[in-house]
Protein backbone atom coordinates (compact mmCIF):
# COMPACT_ATOMS: atom_id res chain seq x y z
CA UNK A 1 0.00 0.00 0.00
CA UNK A 2 0.95 3.56 -0.69
CA UNK A 3 0.08 6.87 1.10
CA UNK A 4 -0.65 9.78 -1.14
CA UNK A 5 -0.65 13.42 -0.30
CA UNK A 6 -0.81 15.94 -2.32
CA UNK A 7 0.33 19.49 -2.54
CA UNK A 8 1.07 22.89 -4.54
CA UNK A 9 -2.30 24.02 -5.22
CA UNK A 10 -3.75 27.49 -5.34
CA UNK A 11 -5.23 30.51 -6.75
CA UNK A 12 -3.60 31.86 -10.11
CA UNK A 13 -4.54 34.07 -12.73
CA UNK A 14 -5.45 32.96 -16.23
CA UNK A 15 -2.13 32.19 -18.27
CA UNK A 16 0.10 31.48 -14.65
CA UNK A 17 1.56 28.31 -13.86
CA UNK A 18 1.59 26.21 -10.64
CA UNK A 19 3.21 22.85 -10.03
CA UNK A 20 1.52 20.04 -7.99
CA UNK A 21 2.92 17.72 -5.89
CA UNK A 22 2.27 13.89 -4.52
CA UNK A 23 4.44 12.81 -1.85
CA UNK A 24 4.06 8.66 -1.93
CA UNK A 25 4.93 6.60 1.38
CA UNK A 26 6.03 3.27 1.25
CA UNK A 27 9.08 1.79 -0.41
CA UNK A 28 8.16 -0.02 -3.47
CA UNK A 29 6.45 3.39 -4.93
CA UNK A 30 8.61 3.04 -7.80
CA UNK A 31 6.41 0.03 -9.01
CA UNK A 32 3.56 2.16 -9.25
CA UNK A 33 1.85 3.81 -12.29
CA UNK A 34 0.70 7.60 -10.88
CA UNK A 35 -2.08 8.93 -12.68
CA UNK A 36 -3.58 12.37 -11.55
CA UNK A 37 -7.33 13.30 -11.48
CA UNK A 38 -9.69 16.46 -10.99
CA UNK A 39 -13.02 17.39 -10.37
CA UNK A 40 -14.83 20.19 -10.79
CA UNK A 41 -17.92 21.62 -8.99
CA UNK A 42 -20.96 20.03 -10.21
CA UNK A 43 -18.66 17.38 -12.61
CA UNK A 44 -17.28 13.96 -12.50
CA UNK A 45 -13.93 13.46 -12.18
CA UNK A 46 -11.90 13.40 -15.03
CA UNK A 47 -8.48 11.79 -16.14
CA UNK A 48 -6.16 14.38 -16.61
CA UNK A 49 -2.36 12.58 -17.07
CA UNK A 50 -0.85 9.05 -16.23
CA UNK A 51 2.81 8.23 -15.89
CA UNK A 52 4.35 5.23 -15.96
CA UNK A 53 6.52 3.46 -13.14
CA UNK A 54 9.57 4.14 -14.80
CA UNK A 55 8.77 7.69 -15.83
CA UNK A 56 9.58 6.62 -19.26
CA UNK A 57 5.69 6.82 -20.85
CA UNK A 58 3.03 9.62 -20.19
CA UNK A 59 -0.37 10.33 -21.16
CA UNK A 60 -2.65 12.93 -21.37
CA UNK A 61 -6.19 14.19 -21.75
CA UNK A 62 -6.69 16.25 -24.97
CA UNK A 63 -7.65 19.13 -22.50
CA UNK A 64 -4.83 19.84 -20.87
CA UNK A 65 -2.10 18.35 -23.87
CA UNK A 66 0.47 20.94 -24.40
CA UNK A 67 -0.02 22.67 -21.31
CA UNK A 68 0.72 20.05 -18.55
CA UNK A 69 3.42 17.72 -17.53
CA UNK A 70 3.32 14.81 -15.75
CA UNK A 71 7.36 13.68 -13.98
CA UNK A 72 8.17 11.33 -11.46
CA UNK A 73 11.42 11.31 -9.24
CA UNK A 74 10.89 7.56 -7.70
CA UNK A 75 13.85 8.63 -5.53
CA UNK A 76 12.08 10.93 -4.06
CA UNK A 77 8.74 9.14 -4.11
CA UNK A 78 6.90 12.22 -5.44
CA UNK A 79 5.21 12.67 -8.95
CA UNK A 80 5.05 15.86 -10.19
CA UNK A 81 2.29 18.02 -11.98
CA UNK A 82 3.60 21.43 -13.83
CA UNK A 83 0.79 23.19 -15.14
CA UNK A 84 1.34 26.20 -17.74
CA UNK A 85 -1.32 28.41 -19.59
CA UNK A 86 -4.06 27.72 -16.94
CA UNK A 87 -7.26 28.68 -18.11
CA UNK A 88 -10.55 29.39 -15.66
CA UNK A 89 -11.79 25.58 -16.82
CA UNK A 90 -9.05 24.02 -15.34
CA UNK A 91 -10.47 25.10 -11.59
CA UNK A 92 -10.78 21.86 -9.84
CA UNK A 93 -9.63 19.63 -7.43
CA UNK A 94 -6.59 18.34 -8.16
CA UNK A 95 -5.80 14.07 -6.95
CA UNK A 96 -3.11 12.12 -7.65
CA UNK A 97 -3.62 8.62 -7.69
CA UNK A 98 -1.24 5.02 -7.39
CA UNK A 99 -1.43 1.74 -8.36
CA UNK A 100 1.14 -0.95 -8.39
CA UNK A 101 2.24 -2.51 -11.75
CA UNK A 102 4.46 -5.32 -13.21
CA UNK A 103 5.53 -3.27 -16.53
CA UNK A 104 7.61 -0.20 -16.21
CA UNK A 105 5.97 1.23 -19.43
CA UNK A 106 2.45 0.76 -17.91
CA UNK A 107 -0.20 3.65 -17.76
CA UNK A 108 -3.73 4.12 -16.75
CA UNK A 109 -6.76 5.98 -18.11
CA UNK A 110 -9.57 4.92 -16.04
CA UNK A 111 -10.00 5.91 -12.21
CA UNK A 112 -11.78 2.70 -11.34
CA UNK A 113 -8.13 1.58 -11.96
CA UNK A 114 -6.30 3.23 -9.57
CA UNK A 115 -6.11 1.70 -6.00
CA UNK A 116 -4.77 4.37 -4.04
CA UNK A 117 -6.11 7.99 -3.98
CA UNK A 118 -4.77 11.63 -2.49
CA UNK A 119 -6.94 13.85 -0.29
CA UNK A 120 -6.64 16.62 -3.50
CA UNK A 121 -5.36 19.88 -3.84
CA UNK A 122 -7.59 22.99 -5.10
CA UNK A 123 -6.41 25.19 -7.97
CA UNK A 124 -8.73 28.10 -8.69
CA UNK A 125 -7.84 29.78 -11.98
CA UNK A 126 -8.74 33.52 -12.36
CA UNK A 127 -9.97 35.13 -15.46
Known amino acids: QVQLVESGGGLVQAGGSLRLSCAAS????????MGWFRQAPGKEREFVAA????????YYADSVKGRFTAARDNAKNTVYLQMNSLKPEDTAVYYC????????????????????WGQGTQVTVSS
Open 97 to 116: AAKGSAYSGTYYLGSYEYTN
Open 51 to 58: ISWSGANT
Open 26 to 33: GRTFSSYV
